[in-house]
């Protein structure tokens, strides 16, 4: 098999398959062993057998075609037939961040903001926030919410696994942004679509449950944040992002 055969190549030889998030080297005639997740899912949840089609992603931008080559008990390996770049990533370069909000509500908001192009995402602990998360504590849900991100990758095609940035209060977060677009989600009339020219980067702010305080909404508007309007209906945290990338997508992504 030739390493030069793309991805409608390979998909066209073999058909719809599962995609894997593998970080490791991808080159064409290599032989991987698959880490224990990706292992236990191909050969235990997925019940596949040696010789069976895969496709892997390195979580950088590069894609492979691959065959099951062993599969045992202590590990299992695959062939590399084929490699080339990915193509899920959109135009534009958006950073979230999003306030940190309980239980599957954060999980939820990661992972329709990765399926919708994000490029970056930072958890912030906001004035009215009421998650508050330290030393291993935080290190595990970092984990886990890295982990919800290249899942959302695995499943939307995407071949960049956006990188979820330790959380942040939200003053240091505003200033590092440089994006030439900022935009945070707020009740007040604001429309950041009216932009003279196409922005390359975007930051988008989502405050909490309780929606950003007026200290917050000021330090933001100082850090040239525009305030921006979903209507007349209160969206919760989790679904904030979602309507926002959406229409930033289509403003000036690839929707």
């Given at each position: 098999m030739?390493?030069?055969?793309?991805?409608?190549?390979?998909?066209?030889?073999?058909?719809?398959?599962?995609?894997?998030?593998?970080p490791?080297?991808?080159?064409?005639?290599?032989?991987?062993?698959l880490?224990?997740?990706?292992?236990?899912?191909?050969?235990?949840v997925?019940?596949?057998?040696?010789g069976?089609?895969?496709?892997l992603?390195?979580?950088?931008?590069?894609?492979?075609?691959v065959?099951?080559?062993?599969?045992?008990?202590?590990?299992t390996?695959?062939?590399?037939?084929?490699?080339?770049?990915?193509?899920g990533e959109?135009p534009?370069?958006?950073?979230?961040?999003?306030?940190?909000?309980?239980?599957?509500?954060?999980?939820?908001?990661?992972?329709k903001?990765v399926?919708?192009?994000?490029?970056a995402?930072?958890?912030?602990?906001t004035?009215?926030?009421?998650?508050?998360?330290?030393?291993?504590?935080e290190?595990?849900?970092?984990?886990?919410w890295?982990?919800?991100?290249?899942?959302?990758c695995?499943q939307?095609?995407?071949a960049?696994?956006?990188p979820?940035h330790?959380?942040q209060?939200?003053?240091e977060?505003l200033?590092?942004?440089?994006e030439p677009?900022?935009?945070?989600?707020?009740?007040?009339t604001?429309?950041?679509f009216?932009?003279?020219?196409?922005p390359?980067?975007?930051a988008?702010?989502?405050?909490?449950?309780?929606?950003?305080?007026?200290?917050?909404?000021?330090?933001?508007?100082?850090?040239?944040?525009t305030?921006?309007?979903?209507?007349?209906r209160?969206?919760?945290?989790?679904?904030?992002?979602?309507?926002?990338l959406?229409l930033?997508?289509?403003?000036?992504?690839?929707?």
């Amino acid at each position: 098999m030739s390493g030069s055969l793309n991805a409608a190549g390979w998909i066209a030889l073999h058909g719809k398959m599962p995609r894997l998030y593998v970080p490791a080297e991808l080159s064409a005639g290599a032989t991987l062993t698959l880490p224990e997740g990706p292992a236990k899912h191909v050969t235990r949840v997925l019940r596949m057998g040696e010789g069976a089609p895969l496709i892997l992603f390195d979580g950088a931008g590069q894609e492979a075609g691959v065959q099951l080559a062993e599969v045992g008990r202590k590990h299992t390996t695959v062939t590399v037939e084929a490699v080339w770049s990915g193509s899920g990533e959109s135009p534009l370069v958006v950073h979230l961040g999003q306030a940190i909000s309980k239980g599957d509500r954060m999980d939820y908001a990661i992972q329709k903001a990765v399926e919708l192009g994000v490029a970056a995402i930072t958890p912030l602990y906001t004035e009215r926030g009421d998650v508050r998360l330290k030393g291993d504590r935080e290190e595990k849900k970092l984990a886990h919410w890295q982990a919800v991100a290249a899942s959302a990758c695995e499943q939307s095609g995407r071949a960049v696994v956006p990188p979820v940035h330790p959380p942040q209060a939200l003053g240091e977060w505003l200033a590092e942004r440089q994006e030439p677009l900022r935009l945070m989600l707020h009740l007040a009339t604001g429309n950041g679509f009216a932009q003279p020219e196409r922005p390359a980067s975007a930051a988008l702010l989502i405050g909490p449950e309780g929606g950003l305080s007026d200290t917050d909404i000021q330090a933001a508007i100082a850090s040239h944040f525009t305030p921006l309007t979903l209507g007349p209906r209160v969206l919760r945290t989790e679904t904030a992002p979602v309507v926002a990338l959406t229409l930033l997508q289509h403003h000036f992504g690839d929707l």
